[in-house]
């Protein structure tokens, strides 16, 4: 089966500007998750999303931070402006089912701020 | 509040023998522990999983243990090889939600 595709890669930024950053879960996985891995540190959670809806964004700087999954497939995040502190891999990942259940990980997107 | 502690935040063995790497949880109410291995560079891979209805799973060289009462559950790696050389990260789910909250993640070497 395909995996979770993230793009870009790589993407290089200076400070104030924006990002964005698109996510294509695996076939018939409604729940999908944004999170934040700052260089040695675990995943962060950002936001997650049952089908279009969102079940958690508790730890999204939603000052800065926007995600949206509107057709509850495809989703996109975003950073306007960013930070020095943004710089991080942004993590995608999916799952059949919210809960207990395992995790599907993209390849990431490296973001640095500079 | 939430919290999963994980230890050590490095570790290395030489190989063949036996790495150990353990994690602490405070919701008593969670039920599902999973393991997973991110090489350099790579995306996290789940390695091996357990629920709380069971207190020990075995895949191959891996396996998992959980002490509900004391609210740990570790990681048992045997025979280490140099391809297991990468990062660690326990989870734990959060009750009441859906989310995980992932451990620091132990960064393992395996010395040939």
């Known amino acids: 089966e395909a995996g979770v595709a993230q793009s870009p890669r790589y993407k290089i930024i200076e400070k104030r500007q924006s990002v964005a950053f698109w996510c294509n879960p695996i076939s018939g996985h409604a729940t999908l998750y944004w999170y934040q891995q700052i260089l040695g540190q675990g995943p962060k959670l950002l936001i997650q999303f049952q089908n279009n809806g969102v079940v958690d964004d508790s730890q999204l700087p939603k000052d800065r931070f926007s995600a949206e999954r509107l057709k509850g497939v495809d989703s996109t995040l975003k950073i306007q402006p960013a930070k020095l502190e943004d710089s991080a891999v942004y993590l995608c990942?999916?799952?059949?089912?919210?809960?207990?259940?395992?995790?599907?990980f993209g390849s990431g997107t490296q973001l640095s701020v500079l | 509040g939430e919290n999963v502690e994980q230890h050590p935040s490095t570790l290395s063995v030489q190989e063949g023998d036996s790495a150990v790497i353990k994690c602490t949880y405070s919701?008593?109410?969670?039920?599902?522990f999973p393991w997973y291995k991110q090489e350099l560079g790579k995306r996290p891979q789940l390695i091996i999983d357990?629920?709380?209805?069971?207190g020990e799973k075995k895949d191959q060289r891996i396996a998992v243990t959980l002490n509900k009462t004391a609210k740990h559950f570790s990681l048992h790696i045997t025979e280490t090889q140099p391809e297991d050389s990468a990062v660690y990260f326990c989870?734990?789910?959060?009750?009441?939600?859906?989310?995980?909250?992932f451990g620091t993640g132990t960064r393992l070497k395996v010395l040939a």
């Open positions: 919701d008593s109410a969670s039920n599902y």
């Open positions: 989870a734990a789910p959060v009750s009441g939600t859906y989310k995980y909250i």
């Open positions: 357990i629920r709380s209805n069971v």
């Open positions: 990942a999916s799952s059949f089912r919210p809960g207990a259940e395992k995790l599907f």
